[in-house]
């Protein structure tokens, strides 16, 4: 390979492996979130061009620090020529010539990582933009790497991307991990986006793949950082023990034409043993470290049930219903109340299922979704409604956004036959 080709494909490994830390570092030296990510961005653009030609540096991360780090000076230089800010950063520079690692302190890495997720996921950002931030600066996805994940255009992603820059600098928000009560309040925020984007990849709501391996991935591996981050926080552990048992029945959930294939037909003994056994030790410390299970740990509570049963004949279907009664509680929304419905025909039949469907109908919750027409279509093939039935599934196949699980929609009609 060229010397060419080397240099960039360093660039683009220090990109993902390291772009967080590096804006973390440049936020906690300027002050400035914002400033950070445009100083991060203009050194690894520099590296695109110096690395390839002169090669890779001995310290990748400490050289793309000491490029930022002179942009940022100046800049400072430009805008205030005897700032007190520049003075002070202007004493440092000498330092700096001598020691390109000073700014990479590794005590100070992950407070920096907590900051970044704390600030990726302001409340004064829309959910879209908290989500292609969180990607952009902790997950060192390229904006053409979001866009190809969420099915939209790059210039989305970029005008999501730029709109929330300019509304942390509007909003004057600064780099730090929010004190007390504000962080625990904020969390929320991070471990919502962290959750999209796995739900995102695990069953995409569009396009002609179910699973986007590469998404989930980069939630579970924020997820892992955020529960070593904030040890005793129950829901961190609790949100990462239900990605971690989720992405375990990855590779059984699609046949090798990539469809999906149904919980009852899948090969048990491909989940992912491993997976499970981290999600385990997540969903443990989720009970260690709280007074109880919240709504994350009580959904992967679920998804243990899942992984411990050999079939589903052998699963808990009574204890599921009823965690799904605690999660109604703790977290009620009408999909809760459609899958604890599906439980529910597991565990005393589709008859009493179906008046729990109907009651959605009836309350015009998820109108619009595809979920609740499938559902009601299997509970009314269940009971021998078969015309009834065949209705629900093409209205579920109308709805659906999504090829594959359409596809999976088409041949529950067929064998209705």
């Known amino acids: 390979m060229s010397a060419t080709g080397t240099g960039r494909e360093a ?5 993902r492996i390291e772009s967080a830390h590096i804006v973390g570092t440049l936020a906690r030296y300027t002050g400035d979130f914002t400033l950070a990510e445009d100083l991060a961005q203009e050194a690894f653009a520099e590296a695109l061009v110096s690395w390839p030609r002169d090669g890779v540096p001995a310290n990748p991360a400490g050289w793309l620090l000491t490029v930022g780090r002179r942009r940022a000076i100046d800049g400072f230089r430009r805008r205030a020529a005897r700032d007190e800010r520049y003075a002070a950063l202007e004493r440092e520079r000498s330092e700096e010539e001598t020691d390109p690692d000073l700014l990479w302190d590794p005590d100070r890495i992950e ?28 997950g060192g996805l390229t904006s053409d790497e979001i866009a190809r994940a969420f099915l939209v255009p790059t210039a989305t992603v970029q005008a999501r991307i730029t709109r929330a820059k300019k509304t942390l600098a509007a909003a004057r928000v600064p780099f730090e991990v929010p004190p007390g ?9 991070v471990l919502s986006v962290l959750y999209v984007i796995f739900t995102e990849g695990s069953t995409a709501t569009s396009g002609r793949d179910l699973i986007r391996v590469d998404l989930a991935g ?12 904030v040890p005793d926080e129950p829901e961190a552990h609790g949100l990462l023990a239900l990605l971690e048992l989720t992405a375990a029945r990855f590779p059984a959930r699609l046949d090798p034409a990539g469809d999906p294939v149904l919980l009852e037909d899948q090969d048990r003994g491909r989940w992912d043993r491993a997976a499970i056994r981290r999600g385990r030790a997540a969903l443990d410390q989720a009970g260690r470290v709280g007074r109880g299970l919240g709504a994350y740990g009580v959904q992967a509570a679920i998804a243990a049930c899942h992984a411990d049963a050999p079939s589903v004949a052998a699963t808990d279907w009574e204890r599921v219903v009823l965690l799904y009664e605690v999660l109604g509680r703790l977290a009620p929304s009408p999909v809760v109340e459609l899958n604890r419905a599906v439980a529910l025909a597991m565990a005393a039949g589709p008859a009493a299922a179906l008046d729990a469907v109907d009651e959605l109908v009836a309350s015009g919750s998820l109108a619009g979704s595809h979920l609740l ?8 093939a269940r009971l021998g409604r078969t015309d009834d039935a065949r209705a629900e599934l093409e209205a579920a196949v109308a709805l659906c956004a999504n090829e594959r699980e359409r596809g999976l929609l088409r041949r529950k009609i067929e064998r209705l036959g």
Request: include cysteine; hydrophobic fraction near 50%; glycine fraction near 4%.
């Open 181 to 189: 009560p504000e962080r625990r309040e904020r969390l929320g925020s």
């Open 111 to 138: 407070d920096d990582a907590l900051a970044l997720m704390f600030v990726s996921c302001h409340p004064a950002l829309s959910p879209e933009s908290q989500v292609a931030l969180t990607l952009r600066v902790l």
């Open 11 to 15: 660039v683009a490994a220090v990109w």
């Open 218 to 229: 980069e939630a579970v591996r924020l997820a892992r950082v955020l529960a070593r981050l």
């Open 373 to 380: 027409p499938s559902v009601r279509g299997e509970l009314l």
